[in-house]
């Protein structure tokens, strides 16, 4: 059933005629005039007195209507895309147009404010029309526009939770007085198929809550409310192969509660302590997705008030309708999204890593729910010599495409700084590795190398926001650096500049979606950021920086309820350095003499630090790794010493060759020193150089 343009209807003769303006009292919020309560319905049945779904006066269908046809039965899992009742063509007065609100109908007890007519049947159904009762939906058009107005409000829907709360504040208390909705546990995905039984979960249940009467006047609609019924049934429902239940779901098509086959199906679904309305109170409509029955909805309506009437078979075909094919988009976009998010947490950093002489913090932020992917990511890559690279970048789009590029270039990022290139071979390479993955694809990136030991830093940009460096009196800048062409652009080549990067200075690195956006331009939101970090180191003094953790939330929230257009990527180093006091330093020829040499060297300095008792493990070591040093250099050889949390000790040739831990024979004369090393030490490692390489060990401080 779809909603047409219409033109007004002309009034036929002897047709009752419209309220007047004025004739009683109207809300424009959907308020309903009352009366007085008409006296108690005799012989209520089980939805009556004391029953959770028992409330005031609500919305009712109509009397009368057509039949519904009939059709052959489906299978649950097979069978077309739709299946529904067909409906009636429309006579030669098409109805009006549907308003953007559900049309409520009177309560029962309203009077209706109409001319008087004549005592007799009604036109339709040829039964009398009860007095003072509920207005029936008399028209097609009525109907029509409430199913216009229901199917709008279930479209806007984007999960599976808003869909189904779409349905049943649809309906309740415009169409039923009760909903309940079920499930299929787990729900199917697409094409794929379900294994196992079949069962059926209470999703949502929404009924007219009670209240006491209240005197003459307007009163608003009553707003549904969630709970009470859920008590009363069963959670999850097994339906049996061949039961009356399976048949009902198979035929797909909403029945009445006392047709054929539903008066044993509803008690199978709902259990024995919540009895089903007589007759045609109650309607039970199979959800039918594409591909298969996905749950069903059950519409209840008091005892006291107007059964439904055939044609609300079609009203519950059309939102069963409605709501199957939205669950189905829901549940693939939630697929989708559960997928997209997975492939952004696994192309960022799981953790970042602890490196010495700085601290790290970060944050990512996807564009907006319908955008969960995008190319923006950070890295924190431990180097050689205590350093660490700082890298941010931005591939153009959000996309899974765009997210794919980010983690091939964040992969070869890592490779390239594992080769301990400059920042600026490091961007050259990028971007030759950028154009090799095709001709339109762009990135921007800004790769900086931080030394604790030199408290100096080295940055390379291509074509990203400049970094915003905050020193430990409260003052913020923004660092010059050459901004450089993009990646991907191609014959470009990159700059780097080195600054300092004194201890206790916060560096805040950052893709342009925290300071562009349609509001304002990059440069702007770039000095809105200097600002912010500024105002914040105030808070904590001079002499004390702000944690890590509350500036990066204190940064995001400079951004407006108009600023996410982009994703955002947030890397923030708090640059700690090591004091001179705490580094040893020396050169040893590659010769016989220079293991006993750094044994004695490396016996002052850990004297000199008041570290004597790690004087055994240290000596051992140096001796082991020096020796394998002396064995193929053939240039000096350096020793390094750091006193940090723990005693780092570093030594590095000009053998670009990485030792290997093998396991030594019995009868071999060497071959045992990095098996030493590997066991007393806390951590060790070997890292390639553009000069040879360093191999380096931990042991903890007593």
């Known amino acids: 059933m779809t909603e047409q343009p219409t033109s007004h209807e002309r009034p036929q003769p002897g047709a009752v005629p419209a309220p007047q303006p004025g004739a009683g009292p109207a809300d424009p919020r959907g308020a309903l005039p009352r009366v007085p309560a008409s006296p108690a319905v005799t012989g209520a049945g089980p939805l009556g007195e004391g029953d959770p779904l028992a409330a005031p006066q609500a919305s009712a269908g109509g009397q009368g209507g057509r039949s519904t046809p009939s059709g052959t039965p489906l299978p649950l899992d097979e069978g077309p895309e739709h299946s529904q009742p067909a409906a009636e063509e429309p006579g ?59 199917t709008r409000r279930i479209a806007r829907g984007i999960d599976l939770d808003e869909i189904v709360m779409g349905l049943c504040r649809a309906t309740v208390p415009t169409f039923s007085d009760a909903i309940l909705v079920y499930l299929r546990d787990p729900l199917p995905v ?122 609300d078979l079609l009203v519950a075909a059309q939102l069963a309708t409605h709501s199957a094919l939205g669950i189905d988009k829901a549940v693939l976009y939630g697929r989708e999204a559960y997928i997209a998010d997975e492939l952004q947490r696994t192309m960022l950093p799981e953790h970042l890593p602890r490196c010495t002489g700085v601290r790290l913090a970060s944050r990512y932020l996807p564009a907006a729910e319908t955008a969960r992917v995008g190319g923006d990511w950070y890295d924190a890559i431990p180097l050689p010599g205590s350093r660490v690279a700082l890298v941010v970048g931005d591939v153009m789009g959000h996309s899974m495409t765009s997210a794919a ?130 105002s914040t180191a105030q808070l904590t003094g001079i002499d004390h920086p702000p944690p890590l953790e509350a500036l990066c ?42 293991p006993g040499r750094a044994r004695r060297l490396a016996r002052r300095a850990l004297s000199r630090w008041g570290l004597e008792e790690l004087t055994d493990s240290v000596e051992l070591l140096v001796s082991e790794v020096v020796t394998n040093a002396v064995r193929y250099a053939s240039r000096p050889i350096t020793l390094r ?43 060790w490692g070997a890292t390639r150089l553009s000069t040879g390489k360093v191999v380096w060990f931990e042991l903890n401080r007593g």
């Open 92 to 150: 030669p007065h098409r109805p009006r147009p549907a308003p953007d609100t559900i049309p409520v109908q009177p309560a029962s007890g309203e009077q209706e404010r109409t001319p008087a007519q004549p005592a007799g049947p009604e036109r339709r159904t040829g039964q009398a029309a009860p007095p003072h009762g509920p207005m029936p939906m008399r028209r097609d058009g009525d109907r029509l526009r409430f199913v216009g107005a229901a």
């Open 190 to 311: 697409g094409d794929e198929r379900p294994t196992g039984p079949l069962q059926l979960r209470l999703r949502r249940t929404d009924r007219i809550p009670q209240q006491r009467d209240v005197e003459d006047g307007i009163l608003p609609v009553p707003a549904p409310e969630s709970s009470g019924l859920a008590a009363l049934t069963k959670e999850l429902c097994e339906v049996r192969p061949g039961g009356a239940l399976a048949e009902v779901l198979r035929g797909v098509r909403p029945v009445f509660a006392d047709a054929p086959g539903a008066a044993d199906a509803l008690p199978e679904l709902l259990g024995d302590d919540l009895p089903v309305p007589p007759g045609q109170h109650a309607i039970l409509a199979p959800l039918r997705g594409r591909r298969r029955v996905i749950g069903a909805a059950l519409f209840l309506r008091r005892p006291e008030r107007p059964a439904f009437e055939a044609d």
């Open 405 to 534: 590029i980010m983690g091939q270039l964040r992969t070869t990022a890592q490779t390239l700084a594992g080769l301990d290139l400059p920042p600026q071979e490091v961007l050259h390479h990028l971007d030759e590795q950028a154009q090799r993955l095709g001709t339109d694809r762009m990135a921007t990136c800004l790769y900086a190398v931080y030394d604790p030991v030199a408290h100096r830093i080295t940055v390379a940009n291509a074509g990203h926001p400049p970094p915003v460096l905050l020193h430990l009196g409260g003052r913020a800048e923004v660092l010059r650096v050459p901004a450089g062409a993009p990646i991907g652009v191609g014959g470009v080549d990159f700059e780097a500049v080195e600054l300092d990067a004194p201890a206790g200075a916060t560096l805040l690195l950052y893709t342009d979606g925290l300071v562009e956006s349609r509001l304002r331009d990059v440069w702007t939101g770039i000095e809105q950021l200097r600002e912010k970090l500024a």
């Open 553 to 594: 939330d204190e940064v995001l929230d400079m951004l407006g309820p108009g600023d996410r257009d982009d994703d955002i990527a947030l890397l923030a180093a708090r640059f700690d350095g090591i004091a001179p006091s705490d580094v040893a330093y020396w050169f040893l020829e590659p010769e016989d003499s220079a």
């Open 641 to 683: 010493l750091l006193r940090t949390d723990v005693l780092r000790c570093e030594v590095g040739d000009d053998v670009p060759q990485l030792p290997r831990l093998r396991q030594a024979r019995a009868t071999d004369e060497g071959g045992r020193g990095l098996y030493l090393v590997n066991r007393l030490a806390r951590r």
